[in-house]
Each structure stands twice: as C-alpha cells, then as structure tokens.
C-alpha cells in the first residue's frame, strides 16, 4: 500500500509536464514566439514537475528556471570537443550500475530516470539501458563493494536515486550497512528541489536509521528554486541528523552573474545547506550553449570569495576523465 506521504510526490511525478505546449500555457507564453523549435525534445523530451513550474516566473522567456528544462534547437548544434560520454564513465564502470573512479567511494546508479530533464545534464547520452539497476543486478556491486576493503562511502545516484520506492531503497540501504567497511551513504539527489514532498517519514528512516552516516548532496542551479516546502523538506533532513550540500552547475545565462551566485549560497545556507562543488559544465553535446568559460568561472569565484565568508563559497571544479578526484580550478 502506498502511503498518504508517498502518493502525493508520486502523483506530482505522474502529473509532470512532458509537452511544450502546455508548459506554455501555464507559464503564459506565446507559443508562436518560441525561440526556435523545440526540435531536440526527440532525444532527451521535456519533463518538468509542476512543482517546479509554479517557481517559474509567468510570461519571461529568460526566467533561470525556465531556461534549465526548456529544449532549444541550439541542443542539436555540433560543436567539437563535445561529446556523449565526456567522463569516460563508460571506462570505469566496475559492475553493472557501480562507478568506481575515485578512492574509498563508488556511485551506485540506483535508478535509470529522473523526475527532471535539466537540458544541460552530462549523464543524457548514459548507456542507462546496460546499467539498469534492479534487485539482480545489486548482487554483483555489493559483491564488488564487499571485496574492496578500501571503500568507506557509498554514493547513490542515478538518474535521481530518490525516484525509486522507499521499500527499494530501505532493501538496498540494509544490505549496504551489512558491508562492515562501509562507513557513510551519500545520496545525490535534486528530488528534494523538484518535488519536496518526496521527503517522506519513510524515506527519512531508512535514510538515518541505519548504522551508516547519512550525507545528502542536493542539486539547486538558482536560489528561486528554493521555496517554502523545499525548505521544509530540507528542515526535516537537518532534524535527522543528515548533513546536506549542495552542488550546482555554473550556467550560461542561468547563474552566471556575482550577484545571482551570491543570492544563491546565501539562500542555501539560510536553510541550513552549504555549498558544496561549484561545476563547471560537462562537455557533453547538446549542451555547448550553457558553457561558461574557465577564465570567466574563476573571475566569478574570486568575486564571490571577495563578497562571502567563505563557508559560503563553493570549490569551483570540473570533472576530467581519467582523474583520481574533480578538478579544483
Ligand atoms: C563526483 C563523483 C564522486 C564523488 O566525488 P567527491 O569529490 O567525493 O564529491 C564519486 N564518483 C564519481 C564517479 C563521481 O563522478
Ligand atoms: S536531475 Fe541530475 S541526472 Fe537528472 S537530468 Fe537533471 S542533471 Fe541530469
């Protein structure tokens, strides 16, 4: 039986906006103006929650949360040095869905979708269909997990892990805390951004009752993706003892400017969030018009160190292939 908590991020799930059209009903902008097609929808559709919807500004074609889900045709430009794996994730895949690239923490992929399409997401092109998590599949990445002595931390992610039943994931966190060299479960997750309601009873149990150290890294782009009931949610995170962190992704035209940053970790931390990594775009086609340069990414930190104690500053990184951790720039 599905509990009342539970029915009501399930149902905003199910009644999440997948059509152009009606996204541009409700956010009361003229279709015909659409700045160009929305051609690249074929491969990666939209898909937006309405919960998100309503901390869109109506009428405003530039508004930052808008333009983070909203396919341009400029997803379909070729531009070389972009690519559809640019991680080479595909090379450190250790067992079916388990990512083994850094000492002492693997990333679970624990679901294949997420409740978002963000246009600029670097897992788009993911084999997800070869990494398809499930009961069976587990059995091989814990058995991974169980013979590698030098892994502490966990990491689930996907897709977005929180997208997955409670009951899956209560299973899953059990058997990982039966892994005695385990010491820590990290979810990366932007459900509690998109659809807070997902912060269930059930979901904080089998989050903090385990003997594992609970650590929840959210994902929020703009501080007007923080609103009353993501706080809220956060609150009940906070209460449990969960440490959260955010990591963003420096965008194009979304939070490229000193002040929106600012408004941003100053958002976060008022609900009790510290920021975390401050990525730089991963160069995976189809997302080359969210690019910001390196040498604009680093003015931008250095103004924000200027501007912010710094435990409001987040590390401004980028992922390399082939590397033993991110990239600190
Ligand atoms: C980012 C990432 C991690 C976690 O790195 P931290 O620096 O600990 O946050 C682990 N595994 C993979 C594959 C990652 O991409
Ligand atoms: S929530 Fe994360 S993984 Fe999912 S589409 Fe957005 S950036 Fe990609």
Known sequence: MISRTGSRWQHELRDAICSAQTLFELLELDGALAPKALKADKDFPLRVPRPFVDRIKKGDWKDPLLLQVLPLAEELDYTPGFSTDPLAERQAIAAPGLIHKYHGRVLLIATASCAIHCRYCFRRHFPYQENKPGTAQWKQ???????????????????DPLLAPDRYLAELVDQLADIAHLERLRIHTRLPIVIPQRITTECLDWLTTSRLQPIVVLHCNHANEIDRAVAESIEQLLKRGVTVLNQSVLLRQINDRVDTLIELSEALFSVGVLPYYLHLLDRVAGAAHFDVAEVEALALIDQLRSKLPGYMVPKLVKEQAGKSSKTPI
Do not use: N
């Open 141 to 159: 990445a814990l058995d991974y997990i169980r013979q590698d002595k030098s892994i502490k931390e966990v990491i689930l992610s996907g897709g």
